[in-house]
């Protein structure tokens, strides 16, 4: 081999080193990248065959690995939908054309449709837990759907419950059956009223108008009208209007309910059975007055309202939160893990694709069974190390140097030896 062989060993370790500076220019363009993971460059000798007795110049080959199993730092942020990963796993997203991959990439934002896209276009994959269409599989991203807002929409909370603490005069005089607000009649009398707000399965406000009547000692009548039908804003009440009436039963001794049960059912036009809790009522030596606290006269259920916020769970399961307060679990997000993370190969976008090397994904829950958490509002962040970056920058450039001067070297006796013959 002889000069050629030594110019040749030379081109080898130009080249790799020139490999080893790509690496280092990756690393340090991507240290804001979220969820990227640093890649070094490792070498390897290559012999050539030769005699014992007569060496024989070789070369070096190159070899890039990325430490995907590192765990980044994490930077938290004021967004619930940036994500990051403490521990194994990564999450599942899919291209535009469909196609599954893994990432520790989390920054998600709502896109124009509501799918939680990253910032490399990636959306955010999860199982739907509203319309149980989609079902965990675990060796496979089949029944994984985009996990989106757009499916949340506005939505209506019928009222099911309520409670209806007054205290009922135990003085008041006893009404004549013909005057009970049961009868519906224009005379109607009665010792108390108040009204609760109530809403059906569309979420409109249907008011309940409670009347509270003596009907003998210790004995009353409690009569719920639908007050859309009262006449001129009392009695008497169109037909259909009366929605319930129960007789209670008070024990003289200590002005608490005797008899008659704890509640009243009510069935709200275009609602749902509505449960009136009256257990709390008393019958005292004083006036007609709602009670105060845990018992006043009130209703749950709310009126139509739209999605407030979003919140994510260690275990990934995204909650949507209405401006009502009130919440329903949407998606659950799983998280991916493989035999040999670094292994994977790397796809433009930060992302992932599983290979013989790696082994094939395993799907699962969040923060279970050696997974890692899911951590809401914030992200992973780079794990290049920009001072370790500087140095081998520094160092892949001397060596390229040294390799160049083997090589201008090698030119050199190159030349030497043709000029003999002149």
Do not use: C
């Amino acid at each position: 081999m002889g000069l050629y062989g030594v110019m040749t060993t030379s081109v080898s370790g130009m080249s790799v080193q020139s490999d080893r500076m790509g690496t280092v220019a990756d690393n340090i363009a991507n240290i804001n990248t979220a969820g990227y993971k640093a890649s070094t460059t490792e070498f390897s000798t290559l012999i050539a065959e030769g005699s014992v007795a007569q060496y024989v110049p070789g070369s070096v080959s190159s070899i890039a690995r990325r430490a995907i199993s590192q765990q980044g730092d994490f930077t938290y942020t004021k967004s619930p939908t940036d994500l990051a990963v403490s521990g194994q796993g990564f999450f599942m997203v899919e291209s535009d054309a469909g196609t599954p991959f893994l990432t520790r990439a989390g920054n998600f934002v709502p896109d124009a449709n509501g799918d939680l896209v990253n910032a490399a276009g990636f959306k955010l994959l999860g199982y739907n837990l509203l319309d149980g269409s989609s079902s965990s599989v675990v060796n496979s991203a089949a029944g994984l759907q985009v996990v989106s807002s757009a499916g949340l929409g506005m939505k209506a909370t019928p009222s099911t419950s309520g409670k209806f603490g007054v205290n009922l005069p135990a003085d008041a005089t006893i009404t004549a059956a013909g005057n009970l607000p049961s009868a519906n009649g224009a005379s109607a009398a009665y010792a108390g009223k108040t009204s609760i707000v109530t809403y059906d399965n569309l979420g409109h406000q249907v008011t309940l108008d409670i009347y509270s009547a003596k009907t003998a000692n210790n004995t009353w009548e409690v009569t719920v009208y639908n007050a859309a039908g009262a006449t001129s804003g009392g009695f008497p009440y169109s037909a259909g209007s009366q929605l319930a009436t129960q007789t209670l039963t008070f024990d003289p001794t200590n002005g608490t309910l005797a008899t008659g049960g704890p509640s009243m059912s009510i069935n709200i036009p275009n609602g749902s059975t509505f449960t009136l809790d009256v257990s709390k009522m008393t019958q005292l030596a004083a006036a007609y007055s709602p009670q105060t606290g845990a018992y006043a006269p009130s209703a749950n259920g709310s009126a139509p309202t739209a999605v407030d916020r979003l919140e994510i769970s260690q275990e990934g399961v995204v909650t949507a939160v209405y401006a009502d307060g009130s919440r329903v679990d949407a998606f659950s997000i799983p998280l991916a893990t493989v035999s040999s993370p670094d292994n994977l190969t790397a796809i433009s976008g930060n992302v992932y694709a599983t290979n013989k090397q790696s082994g094939d994904l395993q799907l699962g829950t969040a923060n279970s069974s050696g997974r890692g958490k899911i951590i809401s509002g914030a992200l992973e962040s780079s794990t290049v190390d920009l001072a370790s970056e500087l140095t081998s920058m520094v160092q892949a450039q001397r060596n390229y140097t040294a390799n160049s001067k083997v090589f201008q070297t090698g030119t050199e006796l190159l030349d030497v030896l043709v000029n003999l013959v002149r």
